[in-house]
């Protein structure tokens, strides 16, 4: 008897949960939270894959940014060689300008230096290193000034120019120093015609390769980074005589 209940039951339908009396399971409320949990978790997965793939090929970005960052112009047939001041402790600048001397790019090399005292200044061992690496002295202009910048240099050296009637100078400075002097000189120099080649001397405390690795390196190219988001460059009011002097002498106006 009981076994034949037991198959009525099985053979029963369970009534609707809309038909009265039917029993009803309550849904569970859904956890806004996980969610966000969630997302937030695929965030921080993706970003820590970033920064992961970023640091596997740290070495061939961060040598692709020294590359760009290195200026090196096209060398032409010139009027003259700048070796601007601030050279390191061997020489390269002056070094880098002596085989474009001899190379023959241009007669004359100006050695542009700061006061170290009142009575000695940096020309002075630029000079001696130029004549130790075979530029007869009559072939060098030593320029001492008192610039503090690379742009009171560039302003600085058109009294220079404009005394010799230079109008094509090779400008040669550091390898990380090129693009932001680029930049100054082109600002000083383009708008009165003078034309401005940037070479890049090669200097031992920043090597494009590996400059990351070496704590010198790091800290000049981030030192010249500084220099070229702040301060902004701005071009003081140039005096009537040196505008003058450097204008071609055919937009010169008749005094």
């Given at each position: ?58 070495g061939p970005l961060l040598r692709a940014f020294a590359d760009w960052w290195i200026v090196e112009d096209p060398l032409e047939k010139a ?114 015609g003078t034309q401005v080649l940037i070479s890049a001397a090669p200097d031992s405390d920043f090597n494009p ?47």
């Amino acid at each position: 008897m009981w076994r034949r209940k037991l198959r009525l039951l099985a053979c029963e339908p369970l009534p609707s949960p809309s038909e009265p009396g039917a029993m009803t399971v309550p849904r569970q409320p859904r956890n806004p939270q996980r969610g966000k949990v969630l997302l937030w978790l695929l965030v921080f997965f993706l970003l820590g894959l970033l920064l992961l793939t970023l640091y596997l090929v740290r070495g061939p970005l961060l040598r692709a940014f020294a590359d760009w960052w290195i200026v090196e112009d096209p060398l032409e047939k010139a009027q003259a060689i700048v070796v601007l001041g601030g050279d390191n402790r061997m020489g390269e600048r002056v070094r880098h300008a002596a085989e474009l001397y001899h190379t023959g790019w241009a007669p004359r090399v100006v050695l542009s230096g700061m006061s170290y005292r009142t009575y000695f200044n940096e020309v002075t061992l630029m000079e001696r290193e130029a004549t130790n690496l075979g530029i007869p002295r009559e072939h060098l202009v030593v320029f001492p000034q008192s610039g503090r910048s690379t742009l009171e240099e560039a302003l600085a050296l058109r009294a220079v120019l404009a005394e010799h009637h230079w109008r094509k100078i090779i400008v040669v400075t550091s390898n990380y120093h090129t693009r932001r002097t680029r930049r100054i000189f082109h600002g000083v120099y383009r708008r009165h015609g003078t034309q401005v080649l940037i070479s890049a001397a090669p200097d031992s405390d920043f090597n494009p390769q590996r400059w990351w690795r070496q704590r010198t390196g790091r800290a000049l190219l981030g030192l010249e980074l500084l220099k070229s988001i702040w301060p902004p460059m701005g071009l003081p009011q140039q005096t009537p005589s040196a505008t003058a002097a450097l204008e071609p002498e055919s937009e010169r106006k008749p005094k």
